[in-house]
């Protein structure tokens, strides 16, 4: 006998007759008609901060290597780290992060819920990675989101394996752009 698998998410759409509904599931995951969803967070490195890109630099300083480790990773991180501590915890307490969902793009402090800017997705027309010295050595860089006119609109400071996050950003803003077209589509039509 095979098993039943659970049903995902199920969407809930009224029909002009209230004792009739259709059901029908996602499409796209992550990606719902009606409500806004997580899709990833990630905080900044310590190389948001001046003295964070200046142990950074420290750190990638001596390009000689020794069996395959720089030498300036030998000689520096350890003595520097609670400096590097210090700066990772006041981060985590006055900083901020980074959440992406299937409609926006926010910066929040990075303890409580106050939410400092807001970006949606709609308005995302590309994102640009600028690797400033000093973030090579987290392998952090700065994500400069740029409306469609090609204006920068908004700069995410440090962002650990920027790379991925800039992928993910695109992604969702290509979903979230086809779900609004579809759902246009489908309000557009005429009732027989």
Do not use: C
């Given at each position: ?42 905080y ?27 030498v ?15 700066l990772?915890?006041l981060?985590k ?6 959440t ?10 990075s ?52 790379e ?5 950003i695109?992604?969702?803003?290509a ?10 589509n ?7």
């Amino acid at each position: 006998m095979g098993s039943v698998l659970p049903r995902e998410r199920v969407a809930v759409f009224e029909v002009s007759d209230p004792a009739m509904s259709i059901q029908m599931s996602q499409p796209i995951s992550g990606v719902s008609a009606g409500t806004e969803r997580e899709l990833m967070t990630v905080y900044p490195s310590i190389s948001s901060s001046f003295l964070g890109k200046l142990l950074g630099q420290l750190y990638n300083s001596i390009p000689i290597g020794l069996a395959g480790v720089k030498v300036s990773h030998l000689l520096f991180p350890l003595p520097t780290s609670p400096i590097a501590l210090a700066l990772y915890f006041l981060e985590k307490i006055f900083g901020r992060k980074y959440t992406l969902t299937n409609r926006s793009l926010q910066v929040w402090s990075s303890l409580g819920k106050r939410m400092r800017r807001t970006i949606a997705l709609a308005d995302v027309g590309d994102v640009l990675v600028n690797e400033v010295p000093g973030q090579a050595f987290y392998k952090a860089a700065d994500l400069v989101i740029l409306a469609s006119d090609g204006k920068p609109i908004l700069t995410l400071d440090a962002v650990p394996r920027a790379e991925v996050f800039r992928e993910t950003i695109l992604k969702a803003q290509a979903a979230r752009m086809q779900s609004d077209a579809t759902l246009a589509n489908i309000e557009a039509r005429q009732p027989a």
